[in-house]
């Protein structure tokens, strides 16, 4: 459809305004070709005639249709164009307080002026993860999208943040940074991420000031790289400075302030730090008291102040270098208030008393006398000589400025430095993220060198945004198959080559620069010379001192004067110098000469037109203007490397009011930062795009039956377009969406509104047919009735008279008498029916009881002898059971005693070696003392030979020595042979022994057998006899089957009855016989217990005398008898039988004892012979001794005698010594003689003792023998009583088996009897009642034979609810129950907490075994195992589950078994019984409860992981109710490269599904049920949180009939909970704000009650929050109305009396309930518990 078509009536257009730029009108009339002009309606109601050229028309732009006001995304606008962008800003911030809209790839962010609710952690949290466009533009979701691209294409990204002053750039940069710095969290120590945000109030202080347009304005343009590493996590950041405003150091303007670090040292000069610096107040500097009034309304500076100092400390940068800082600062500050006179004849001089000069100097260690001088001269070098000149007061002044601004312009570079340094952390640089912030496009009254390189570098980077616009939009067609057209749009290249270009005004600048005598009115002319021709530049009509630029944006006219000198940035060489040797090192640095670095770039290298004479001062080297081009250039290059993302921040007032919207300022922001070109670009192609899905939605109330009916959307939207727009040019098919020019889709629109009202009109039409013409009918039936009444009436007054009123009489009474005779006729006939009846049924009913009577007495009979005999047989098993099971535990207790007995034999056998050893050593002892006696029988023969006197008494002695010694070894050897008998007869007596045993314990290994078998032969027959008693019930149901088909053919049985009859009387002859073979069998019965009471009196009397043969000899009668059974009368049962051979056990079990005692005293006696053989050996080394002294006698006599030979003389005096000698040797033979008789006496006497005890052992090992052999006849004697047992329990089971036989053949004759002595009737109840007889009897049997399978039949075991396991077995305990248990299965899923109950179970035994050790041990093991689970689980929902709900048991049960008063009010007596007896497990309880809490808040974290990515997307975004809601056009972020469509589709039925998953799997593991509330609770609170959370951030959503489908969805939540059966959970409150956020989207919202309603029913939210939804309430189509401004302030107003502890526009969706256990009893008894063999715990045992 042609442009020129829409403009008919009622359609709306925007005409240029001089006050709002654009004003909206509504044409009248539609427009015919060829009309001058073209009626509208203006708003105001006034009419207005706008005149068109009919040759070119130049007619007004179209306003947007309604539903398209306040979009996201200005590129979704249907017609793009000036009005229709700065009217939709409009419409969003003034009227929804929305100050962020994308327009394509920029984002509009218009300044408040007022603190918003929007950039806290909770909405930064939310724009994490989020592609652009899913929620409201806003400057998270760029900061989203670049840290999103950066991480995904691996490439450097870039923030272009731009505006002019007072726009919000720094504020839209630093929150661009925070945002990076929170969701990119580096973990490390450095805190990197703190530091780069610390940087910010640093730079605002030292780089910030107050304007007339802003209060925190920056003077300087800032480029800050943030360094990712290769996990995209923050390792550091750089900045890089532009063109600082150095001038305002010197100068602000009215209402202006110096940078904020000046008036923040001012208010602190009162600090002790400060002291030093002699700081006086703001008001008394002339740099900072030149603007005005030096206080900023609103801003604080000392706690600014305090901000900096922090900010400082934070960075690492150090006291020093602050107090180096603030010398500075304030030394500059005194250099202002330097006074310089005018000493006349055009000089200049500095008081010699000045105190801020003293100062100055002071500060920076400089030389006061040269300062003064080089301040007020200057030294010009000639040729010959130099000259000092003598500056006036003017240049003096200038030079002392120039000195401030340079020493403040190396200060803030140094600042800077330090601050990259402090920035950087060690790691390498993977990518980064670059965030320009910088100044837009400028244009004041007076502008001059600044605002020129401003605009300079503003149109470098327009042309740079246009490029990237270009090549984004030639990508979006390549990748939708649209053929490509070029696009005209407007490149500013001319613009910059008319500034950097050679002979460009930069080049001309630089060339005016190096002529000493350049000004700027030279340089002026030039640039009129050179550059008059360029369309570009201009020469203002009323001026000569300025020129004018054409802009991208607009004209600028600039005032030459102060170009050369800013350029040049000039500052006197002796001033410099004076700096460079400054005491100060600090300062010194600042103008110590650098090397100048090369500057490598791709930008235009500029030449000047003619070589530049080199100048003296190395200052002016490179110009202001040439650095400026230089880092600009670099600056480009970054960002043509990068992907760039543009943030235009425009400023709404210059009045800096809140939410004010000054049209006109605006829109020349929006020309000056590149929107509206953005828009132009976009409008010159297809500006309007819509994915198919979208249009099919939208616009299917467009199509046809038929075409709604095809499957394939995109076919369906190319037959609908080709047949509502003739021209195919009007719109282009891609591959995922469609592409309209200009206009269409507001056509589209106003066919589909058409089509809306036709179809309003159509069912008006019809409800308003359908109502009157109910109410006619209505009518229509009331005159009917009227009419029947009318027309009765008449016809009764027509037919009433008295001969109709006769014969009507008449045939009543004939009616009457002929009914009456009638009835009675029937009455007879029916009464003499009955009396026949009743007298055949009472008659019937009385043969009936008697039958009955009869039956039931025979039955009566049946069933005595039935239950008498079942009875009996009943107890028979029993007691045959019992016997059994006391047979084996006696059988078990004699095979421990038996064991003991050979331990105790293993002793004595010990001991008997240890004798033999000791024996041993005696013998060897003996035969060392027989060496030594040979020895010495050597020396004494030799003494002989030397001395032949004595030979003769010597040998005589050694004579008697050696015989007595021959006898003693005589001796020796008969002991040694009687020893080594002994040993022989003993160990001989051992292997008997011994062999004996071996015997005895093949024996009970054969009795125990023996009774397995029994008790194995007893189970089968309990089982035969179950399986008859199920084969009888099977044919006891055929045989019912057969009686029911006998009822069906009951007429053919009755021939039958008369033979039964005759067969019955035959079978009542039987029963006599049957009686007597019961008679019999009892009988034979009876003779069978009188065998077995006389064979038990033979065995009681064996067993007796055995006892008596046994312990003749060791103990007394009366304990013989006390062994021995009182009771002759009782000992015919096998129970008596066993106590009889428990006395004889006894009785064997003392005579140990007396062979222990007898071990012990023989132990004694041959420790005391051990003692004597000690004392012995004693005796035998005295004897030694004494021979060694004769020898030695011997040997002194002999050399006596050989001197005396020698010398041949004999003296009287040796002769007496010879004689006295011979009488000592006399009394020494004597002494050994004595000493030999003694030792023979103790040898004999030890010979004789030992003799004793070996003849007194072998007398005792005879009496063993004799024992033994008695024990084996007693054996033997008893193995011959079990063969008996044997036999008469094989002879019992024939009994049983006949028994089982004439029970079934009774049972037979019974039932067969009993089947055929009945009618078919009767036999049919009767059948019942005797299946359900046999039923009950059934179930008794079978839970006789459960309690006889026990292992306790009889006496059931009672069992202490703990379980006993060894103290290695503990870690294969936690191993098996913990670590290796999975949560599936039936046994951990029938038993809900079993693994609790079993370790609480172990837990109770040890407190009852009193093992604090133990008990510690397998707490601390429980909670480490646990740990450990859930760590190396800990995204194991199920796993999680499982061992929350154990954890939270095992809690209960500490708890319920405390002993505690308050856990026991609900337990039993038995639990009460089973509390802890020893410790207190408190501290243990509270472990466990902290771990349960960690368990459970890892278990909640798994659901919220879960569920996030479908909550908003199924509760908020799924259509549950289809055919309400219908998409609208979603603009160029939806188009953008982030979006990708997720293969997988939410539903509110997926998230309520999962919901079910969560809570069946709770429900499995036996949780209970407060624990599933409290996690339901918080589950919901998620899904209410996140669902309010998204509907706060979307504008989109916001509209009446999402609140429908959100009601709608929360409806379905309820319908679960109600079905889960959770009401009493609360968990339907958490969605009350979601629930009222719907309800307030749905509720009117236009009078004062509706906002009434509003306060009083939205009590869940909070005022920012109710605001929020009504400033973003969106219509869908033109029925629904806005939300206007007046009503927003009436909720407001409303709500302002509300007590809200808070404002946050965003609820916490981390937020956790606190969680409680509360005590849960469990009625679980222990003591019936069983541990499960799947679970691998064998080795626990019950106790």
Known sequence: MALLELYTKYNRVWIPDAEHVWKSAEIMSDYQSGDNVLKLLLEDGTEHNLPVDPSKPQLPPFRNPDILVGENDLTALSYLHEPAVLHNLKVRFAESKIIYTYCGIILVAVNPYKQLHIYGDAIIHAYSGKNMGDMDPHIFAVAEEAYKQMARNHKNQSIIVSGESGAGKTVSARYAMRYFAVVSKSGSKTHIEDKVLASNPITEAIGNAKTTRNDNSSRFGKYTEISFDKRYRIIGANMRTYLLEKSRVVFQTDNERNYHIFYQMCSCAHLPQFKSLRLLSADKFQYTCKGGDTNSEGVDDSKDMEETLKTFSLLGLKEDFQSDVFNVLAAILHLGNVQIRNSGDGKSSVPPGDPHLAFFCELLSVSAEGLTRWLCNRRIVLVAETVVKPEPIERAVNARDALAKQIYAHLFDCIIKRINNALQAPGQQHAFIGVLD??????????????????????????????????????????????????????????????????????????????????????????????????????????????????????????????????????????????????????????????????????????????????????????????????????????????????????????????????????????????????????????????????????????????????????????????????????????????????????????????????????????????????????????????????????????????????????????????????????????????????????????????????????????????????????????????????????????????????????????????????????????????????????????????????????????????????????????????????????????????????????????????????????????????????????????????????????????DLQEQVIQLSKHIKVIPDLRRDLNNMQNQRNNMDRKMKQQSEQTRAKIHDITRQLLGGVVEEEDILRLTPDDSEKIHEIEDLLVAFDGLHKATRILEIRQKEQKESYAIQVEGLKLKGEHLQNENSKLQNLFREKSNVNESIGQEVSRLSSENSVIPELKLQASELQRQKKELEAHVEMQSRELAEKTEEITNILQKKIQEESSKRRHFEAKADELEELKRELQGRVKELEDENAHLKRQQQMESEAKNKLRQETSQLTAENMELEEQLDQKDRTIKKLLNHIKSLETSQKAKQTPAPGTPRDYLGMLEYRREDESRLIQNIILDLKPIGVVVNVIPGLPAYILFMCVRHADYLNDEVRLKSLMTEIIGAVKNVILSNKDDFELLSFWLSNMYQLLNCLKQYSGEEEFLKQSTPRQKKNCLQNFDLSEHRQIISDLAIQIYHQFISIIEETLAPAIVPGLLEHESLQGISSMKPSGFRKRSNSIYEDSETHTISSIVQQLSVFHSTMSQHGMEQALINQAVKQIFFLIGATTLNNIMLRKDMCSCRKGMQIRCNISYLEEWLKEKELQSSNSIDTLMPLSQAAWLLQVNKSTDDDAKEITEKCTELNQVQIVKILNSYTPIDDFEKRVTSSFVRKVQLLLQDRDESSLQLMLDSNYRFQVTFPFCPSSQALELLQVPSSLHLSFLTRI
């Open 438 to 1055: 910088i100044y837009g496009f400028e244009t004041f009254d007076i502008n001059s060198f600044e605002q020129f390189c401003i605009n300079y570098a503003n149109e470098k980077l327009q042309q740079q945004f246009n490029l990237h616009v270009f090549k984004l939009e030639q990508e979006e067609y390549m990748r939708e198959d649209i053929p490509w057209t070029l696009i005209d749009f407007y490149d500013n290249q001319p613009v910059i080559d008319l500034i950097e270009a050679k002979m460009g005004i930069l080049d001309l600048l630089d060339e005016e620069c190096l002529f000493p005598q350049g000004t700027d009115q030279s340089w002026l002319q030039k640039l009129f010379n050179y550059l008059d021709a360029n369309p570009l530049f201009e020469k203002p009509r009323l001026s000569n001192e300025a020129f004018v630029i054409q802009h991208f944006a607009d004209k600028v006219e600039y005032q030459c004067t102060g170009f050369l000198e800013k350029n040049r940035d000039t500052l006197y060489e002796e001033l410099v110098d004076i700096m460079r040797v400054s005491k100060f090192p600090f300062l010194a640095n600042f103008f110590r000469e650098k090397k100048q670095s090369s500057v490598t770039s791709k930008g235009v290298k500029v030449r000047p037109a003619r070589p530049g004479v080199k100048p003296a001062n190395k200052q002016l080297r490179t110009s202001v203007g040439d650095k400026f081009c230089s880092s600009l250039c670099l600056l480009m290059v970054t960002l043509n490397a990068t992907t760039p993302h543009y943030v235009r921040c425009i400023k709404p007032n210059d009045e800096k009011l809140p939410f004010e919207y000054d049209s006109r300022r605006v829109v020349q922001q929006l020309r000056a930062c590149g929107v509206l070109e953005t828009i132009r670009i976009s409008a010159q192609s297809y500006p309007s795009r819509w994915t198919y899905n979208e249009f099919y939605s939208r616009y299917s109330i467009l199509m046809s039956h038929q075409e709604a009916d095809l499957h394939d959307k995109k076919q369906t939207c190319r037959h609908v377009l080709q047949r509502l727009i003739q021209d195919p040019n009007q719109y282009k098919f891609g591959r995922t969406k469609i592409f309209f020019r200009a206009g269409q889709v507001a056509y589209l629109e106003k066919l589909r509104l058409d089509r809306l009202r036709g179809a309003c009109v159509t069912i008006q039409k019809h409800v308003r047919g359908w109502s009157q013409r109910r109410k006619y009918l209505r009518m229509r039936d009331a005159a009917i009735i009227l009419q029947q009444y009318i027309r009765g009436t008449k016809t009764i007054h027509k037919t009433v008279s008295a001969a109709n009123l006769k014969r009507g009489w008449g045939a009543l009474v004939i009616q009457r008498y002929w009914r009456g005779y009638r009835m009675a006729q029937i009455y007879q006939v029916v009464r003499l029916a009955t009396i026949t009846i009743q007298a055949y049924t009472r008659g019937w009913m009385a043969r009936k009881r008697y039958r009955k009577m009869v039956k039931e007495q025979k039955a009566l009979i049946l069933q005595k002898y039935t239950r008498a005999w079942l009875a009996r047989r009943r107890f028979q098993t029993m007691r045959r059971l019992v016997l059994n099971v006391q047979l084996s535990y006696r059988v078990q207790q004699l095979r421990k005693k038996v064991e003991e007995q050979n331990k105790e034999n293993r002793g004595l056998i010990e001991k008997l070696s240890s004798l033999a050893n000791f024996h041993a050593q005696t013998m060897d002892k003996l035969q060392g003392l027989e060496v030594q006696l040979v020895k010495s029988t050597n020396q004494k023969a030799s003494v002989e030979a030397r001395e032949k006197k004595t030979k003769e008494d010597a040998s005589l002695t050694t004579t008697k020595l050696q015989k007595e010694i021959d006898a003693l070894n005589l001796e020796k050897q008969n002991l040694k042979n009687r020893f080594e008998a002994n040993t022989k007869e003993a160990q001989e007596t051992f292997d008997q022994i011994k062999w004996n045993i071996l015997e005895e314990k093949e024996y009970e290994t054969r009795f125990r057998k023996i009774a397995e078998n029994n008790s194995e032969i007893q189970r089968q027959d309990h089982d035969n006899e179950v399986e008859t008693l199920k084969e009888v019930i099977k044919r006891l149901k055929e045989e019912r089957i057969s009686l029911q088909r006998k009822l069906e053919e009951a007429g053919q049985v009755n021939s």
